[in-house]
């Protein structure tokens, strides 16, 4: 535990270099669809709708995680060999469930949000889909703490999503295909076969995963997903639901496209923490000092992601071929949410990982007013980018408050860090 913000710090290099090729996947997509009105944007909104179709998987792999992690890390190796064959039925039920979901849901959801093409609609189903039925290994992989195989297939995700993407919107310059690119690299799960045998066996009778714990897990963990993402990326939604005209809407999401880089660049940080923190037997002494540790190092790196992009907003937005006096303006505000929603994600991620059932409600509670008050009242871009760092920085420090309490009733902030 001594080296877990090492870790950290190792982890979000490989992902910043993922996010390097993401990022320029982006680049490339953005000037091939210049000439479309809107295609760029609708890029951005129908991956955010993506996440919100995704949401029940979502939630059930936060809850594995937490789970596996927990006797993983705290060396219940006999317990986790039982608990991994339930897990395994768990989470295949789950996506059989969320697909059908799926499919049922997809049209009246894309109606209400104003997913502009039929085949826009089919295209983020299939992706979906493919999403659901590729999770599976990656969660198992985070809660067994592999992070360094977890970058690995992230960095092979990103290159076949760039070689996939870029070719095929410059033959078709259009948002289908730059949304297709999120499905087809998911093909970079399969190199999980190549440590199939690494896997923890099963040596005796399944142990039935619903226990007690296991059903506080998933409460705790459906308002921190759901939190996360109202907070993140549905103001994307709200964008799209209002139908904000082509230029308006590339200029929006080019701007938050730069914004949400900000929390997501340190975002591994995050992955460590929950990951080492959920186990019972690391959260006291030495092993709390480090994960304070990760959590300073994380603000920091907020702040300094959002002065970087204050400061190189020309820049970021020239790249994306979106450098007008109208994407330049949504910077800073954009920029200045994205670090209350940081902040935000990390007060929650600890919350989730120490199994504070009343703060991750409260965050999951706070989300979805967030993304309520948006939707009631942000018409228009002006409108979004006036509510939503005041309203980010509300809900912070609400959260921080009611975090900063329960801190000091479990008398971690005397006895142990100081």
Excluded at 286 to 315: F, R
Excluded at 323 to 340: C, D, H, L, W
Aim: with cysteine; net charge positive.
């Amino acid at each position: 535990m001594k080296n877990v913000w090492r870790s950290g710090i190792i982890f979000t290099a490989a992902n910043f270099l993922t996010l390097i090729i993401g990022f320029g996947f982006q680049i490339i997509v953005s000037r091939q669809l210049q000439g479309q009105a809107g295609e760029f944007g609708y890029v951005q909104t129908a991956i955010a709708f993506i996440g919100l179709l995704g949401l029940p998987l979502a939630i059930a792999t936060q809850s594995v995680t937490h789970y596996i992690a927990r006797f993983h890390f705290g060396s219940e190796n006999e317990r986790l060999h039982g608990l991994l064959t339930s897990c395994r039925k768990f989470l295949l039920h789950i996506t059989i469930a969320g697909s059908v979901a799926a499919v049922v849901l997809i049209e009246p959801l894309g109606h209400f949000f104003g997913i502009p093409r039929a085949s826009l609609t089919f295209v983020a189903l299939l992706c979906v889909l493919a999403g659901f039925w590729s999770s599976f290994f990656s969660a198992l992989c985070q809660g067994l703490g592999w992070f360094k195989r977890l970058a690995l297939i992230g960095l092979l995700a990103a290159v076949i999503r760039f070689a996939f993407g870029v070719s095929a919107t410059h033959l078709s310059p259009i948002a289908e295909w730059a949304v297709l690119a999120s499905t087809v690299m998911l093909l970079s799960n399969l190199v999980l076969l190549f440590w199939k045998q690494e896997f923890p066996r099963k040596t005796g009778a399944a142990e039935s995963a619903w226990s007690k714990d296991m059903i506080q897990f998933l409460v705790v963990s459906t308002a921190c997903t759901v939190g996360s993402n109202c907070f993140s990326q549905y103001d994307l939604l709200v964008a799209q639901h209002y139908h904000f005209p082509g230029d308006e809407l590339n200029h929006y999401t080019a701007a938050g496209l730069l914004a949400r880089q900000i929390p997501t660049l340190v975002g591994p940080l995050l992955t460590v923490l929950f990951t080492h923190r959920s186990s019972r037997q690391h959260h006291h002494g030495d092993e709390l000092w480090e994960q304070m540790k990760l959590l300073g190092l994380y603000a920091v790196g907020l702040v300094l992601n959002a002065t970087g992009l204050c400061l190189l907003k020309n820049v970021g937005l020239g790249l994306l071929s979106q450098n007008t006096p109208e994407a330049a303006n949504m910077i800073a505000p954009f920029a200045i949410s994205m670090v209350f929603i940081g902040l935000l994600q990390a007060i929650g991620t600890w919350a989730l990982a120490s199994h504070w059932i009343r703060i991750s409600l409260l965050y999951g509670a706070l989300g979805i007013g967030y993304w309520a008050l948006l939707l009631g009242f942000g018409k228009t871009p002006t409108a979004l980018l006036h509510l939503m760092p005041f309203a980010a920085g509300i809900a912070f420090l609400i959260l921080f408050s009611f975090w900063f309490i329960a801190m000091r009733r479990h008398k971690l902030v005397v006895e142990d860090v100081v």
